[in-house]
Structure formats: structure tokens, C-alpha cells
């Protein structure tokens, strides 16, 4: 059997398998049978980004469902966290979002959500796939199945916006001046509105999407631009979503950009100074900072760290009750109002603490020391489980020797590229950037 799902849905390139009509009519049709198999005549809320595919996928993906005997719920564009959100609103067994997040426009991709707003699960996934890739085709089924129907949802923007903005009960944002980076992706028609009808001041940047400018040179992953307007305006922050608006990058008055990290830290501590915080205890991944375990240990915070991957990091919050969570890149999860990162709430929540904290980002940040950290992403022909690559495990021993107690050293594979990602983090910028060269060059000679 094959594989669809990678760390964050199903990838890859517009018209090219998995990503092309056939497959996804295919792809609805398991999603369909699966879901037909535990509930009478599921209804699934279908949203998408701004990419030009997205009709091409929307269409074949509801098609799919309406054959398997679902209803369809479609709401256009909308971020990811929405498509969480809508599914119980508009009490829904399931929900899919067509979106390939940040990666260019000619990337798309299918996330799937179950009934409670979650992404699936594991187990799920592989229900799926097996339904996919069975022998007897789904599209040679000639098991008589009652055809589903779709409606479009027109208020379900309406429904979005009022949610996020209960989040912080609608608290008034006036005097503060905000830039909003929409990176022409799913935010843009929602994140400026919100931030406008909450008082603040917002300049609205890359809100003019044309199908192919997604995340081109612009929004989370090209935050430069972002950081300049709030310099220049003296705003008092920048907010830039990626694609679907799951992820967020921030930068302070200066212009100085705050990842997941300085942002974790800084709503750590102000959920302990709140007093309504019973678990102490914050969930990561892997590649967050030392210098973020070592604010909150000093706060009597728990630093609870799991496998690269948002996904990874809301299983263990729902794990062990645990209220806030994320990823060094900037998907932040706040579990009190929604199951799945959302970077409209994370922005809101820090526009609200600085509100409440009169003080500058560029203040509050210092607090939180980050030891430098270099990333470099190196192609590869082929995953080998790393403990079988002689060269690239004899470069990461030697870091870890030169490195010691003051710094540390990660490796692992892109789940949506085919790249080699290498994380090298200590005190000397010079040596960690040595170090990393010295692993990516064993890396690309034995795997390039």
C-alpha cells in the first residue's frame, strides 16, 4: 500500500498525483466511505486558501463526498483554524481545508479534520489510505449509496470573525496601530476586519490575492517588508499569517522579529501572573529554543517537548490538559478556544497583553534570552533512516562533543520535502554556523 498523508495532510503539486482530479475525487470518496461507515449522512465543511487550484480541488474533493452520500458544506476562503472552528458551529461530523500553507502557489494540499476539530489522527489516516488504495476501486463500486448535496454557507466569515473576537471578549484594541501582513492567503479579507472592528489602527498589507502571489515574498516566511512598515509607521507591532493563517511571525515597534518561541514565553507568564493556570506546564517541539526552557523553569513553568509537527504538540496538550502550546515557527495553540493553531487568535491575544501591560514588545521580549540558532535545509534523493548515514552521524557526534552542556544539535527530514533539516544551537554564532556547514556538507555528499 501507499502512502497520502505526510506530517500535515496530503501534498503536493497541482495536477500532479495525489494532488490531481482523479485522485481526489478518489481522496473524497475514502473520506466519504470512511465517515459514511460511523455516521448517518455526515456533513463536512469544506474551506480552501486563495490558491488558483483551489477550484480545481474544491470541485473534485466535493464531488468525491457528494458520491460517498455526504452533505457538503462550502465556505470559501478561509483560514485553517476556521475550518476547526466551523466544524462545530455548524455541527459537522468532519471538515477539510484545501491549503499547501505556506508553500508556493502551485502547491496545494488536503487537511482533514474529525468532529471534534482535531486533525486526524494516525489511525485514521491509515483508514483512509486503505480505502484508497483498495484493490476493488472505489470508482468501480457499484454499491448503491444515496448522492449527498452541497449548499454554500454565506455567513460562515460572519461566524469566524465574531468567535475570534471573543477570544479576548472583544476587548478594545484603540491606541494601538497595527501592520497586518495577510501574505495574500486566506486571512485576507478577515484578519484586517478583525483588528478594525476591535479599534486598532491596522495598515493591511498583501490583502490583494490573484490565485498565484500565496506567500510569494511576502508573510510569515518574508516578514522584511512587515518589519519595515512598523518601523517606518511607528506602529506598535507587526503581524504577518502565512497562507492559511495557521502560523504567525510578529516583530516590535523596531522592527525586530519575535518568533513562537519569545511569544510562548511571553503568554506563559502572563497566564501565571493571571492566576487561572492550574497545570504550570507548556508543550513545544524539539527545535525550541534553550533559552525558552529556561525562562519558564525559572518560573516554575514545565517545558514538555514533543516531535516536530503542530499536530504532535495538540495531541500532548489534549494529553495531559495542558492550555498553551506551539512551534518555534510561530503556530500557537491556546486549547481554552480552539483545537488547532490560529495565528488571528495568537495576535489578538498579544495585541490584549499589551494592552494590559502598557510596556513595548521590544521591552517585554528582553526578557526572554535566545541562544543563537542556525537552521539550514539541504536536499536530498532519499530519506535513509539517519543512524545508517556513516558520515552525517560521525559530523553530529563531533558537534555534540564541541558543543557539550551549552548547546545542541538536531536533525530530521522535511515531512512535506524532500529536504534535510539541521538545527545547530549553542553561545558562539560562529561556531554553530561552522558546525552546521560541516553537517549539511556530510549530508548532501552521502544523500545529495
Known sequence: ?????????????????????????????????????????????????????????????????????CDVMLVGPMPTPAISHLIKSLNCEAGIMISASHNPAEHNGIKVFDENGFKLSEEFEKNIEKIFFSEKSLLKNKRKVAIGKA????????????????????????????????????????????????????????????????????GALHPEKMCDIVKRTKANFGVAFDGDADRLIVCDEKGVVADGDILLGLFAENMLKNGFWR?????????????????????????????????????????????????????????????????????????????????KLSILRSKIFLFPQVIINVPVREKRPLQKTHAVMKEIKIAKEILGSEGRVFVRYSGTENLARVMVEGKSEKVIKKIARGIGSAIKSELG
Open 279 to 359: 497545570e504550570k506546564a507548556v508543550v513545544a517541539t524539539k527545535m525550541s529554543n534553550m533559552g525558552l526552557e529556561m525562562f519558564l523553569a525559572e518560573r516554575g513553568i514545565k517545558l514538555i517537548k514533543t516531535d516536530v509537527g503542530d499536530r504532535n504538540v495538540a495531541e500532548k496538550m489534549r494529553e495531559q490538559g495542558i492550555l498553551l502550546g506551539g512551534e518555534k515557527s510561530g503556530h500557537l495553540l491556546f486549547r481554552k478556544y480552539n483545537e488547532t493553531p490560529d495565528a488571528i487568535v495568537a495576535a489578538l491575544q498579544l495585541a490584549k497583553l499589551l494592552k494590559e501591560e502598557q510596556k
Open 1 to 69: 500500500m501507499g502512502k497520502l498523508f505526510g506530517t500535515d495532510g496530503i501534498r503536493g503539486i497541482a495536477n500532479e498525483f495525489p494532488m490531481e482530479p482523479n485522485a481526489i475525487v478518489s481522496i473524497g470518496k475514502a473520506v466519504g466511505t470512511y465517515l459514511s461507515k460511523k455516521y448517518m449522512r455526515p456533513s463536512i465543511v469544506v474551506g480552501k486558501d486563495t490558491r488558483l487550484s483551489g477550484y480545481m480541488v474544491e470541485n473534485a474533493i466535493t464531488s468525491g463526498l457528494l458520491s460517498s452520500g
Open 151 to 218: 449548499q454554500r454557507i454565506d455567513d460562515a466569515r460572519g461566524r469566524y470573525i465574531e468567535f475570534v473576537k471573543s477570544t479576548i471578549e472583544n476587548c478594545s484594541l484603540e491606541g494601538l496601530r497595527v501592520v497586518v501582513d495577510c501574505a495574500n492567503g486566506a486571512a485576507y479579507a478577515i484578519a484586517p476586519k478583525v483588528f478594525s472592528e476591535l479599534g486598532a489602527e491596522v495598515n493591511a498589507i498583501n490583502i490583494c490575492p490573484d490565485g498565484l502571489n500565496i506567500n510569494e515574498g511576502c
